[in-house]
């Protein structure tokens, strides 16, 4: 990798921490960060609520991880792992806070610019409103989310050295 050239892997770390629960993907991204340490196949990205502004991070990528509070209809602390994000997308998208994460995918494959595997690690809310710190539901489902989280970016790492790339019908392991 030169000095210019980025990561191969992107971790970007979605949501606000002003907005309870809609902090987890900014939460899973420190422990997952603090987990991992240094390795240069791999940019964390603190990517807060920027959408489609976080464009310019995707180019150049082989895959994308993007942590996240999810709406998608299971039980709040329920741990979503979206393998082929973009087959979930919808006019409200899938992020707690709107189309944060699906706007910014959306986005990055109408302009030729998403990585060849992207993949969504998540926690759906149970508190959306002002105040600091995640309610106990979703706290007591970091673990869990870390863990998936931690296993896709291996899977992601591996694929993007071995230059394959996993959408859809591919499994991942979890």
């Known amino acids: 990798m030169t000095i210019d050239e980025p990561a191969g892997v992107l971790v970007l770390g979605l949501g606000n921490l002003l ?15 603090a987990e991992r340490g240094h390795d240069e196949r791999v940019e964390f990205v603190d990517g807060g609520t920027q959408g489609v502004a976080l464009l310019g991070f995707l180019g150049g990528r082989r895959a994308v991880l993007i942590l996240d509070a999810v709406s998608t209809g299971a039980a ?16 409200q998208g899938f992020g707690a806070h709107g189309a944060n994460a699906s706007g910014l995918l959306a986005a990055a494959q109408l302009l030729g610019e998403l990585p060849a595997s992207a993949a969504v690690v998540g926690v759906v809310p149970a508190v959306l409103e002002t105040g600091v710190g995640l309610s106990g539901l979703v706290e007591q489902a970091l673990p869990g989310a870390l863990e998936s989280a931690g296993k896709l970016l291996d899977e992601l790492l591996d694929d993007a050295q071995a230059g394959r790339a996993r959408r859809g019908g591919e499994p991942f392991t979890s």
């Open 19 to 33: 907005l309870r629960d809609d902090g987890v993907g900014l939460e899973l991204l420190q422990a997952l960060r």
């Open 76 to 91: 709040p602390g329920s741990v979503e792992v979206l393998r082929d994000p973009l087959a979930h997308l919808s006019p």
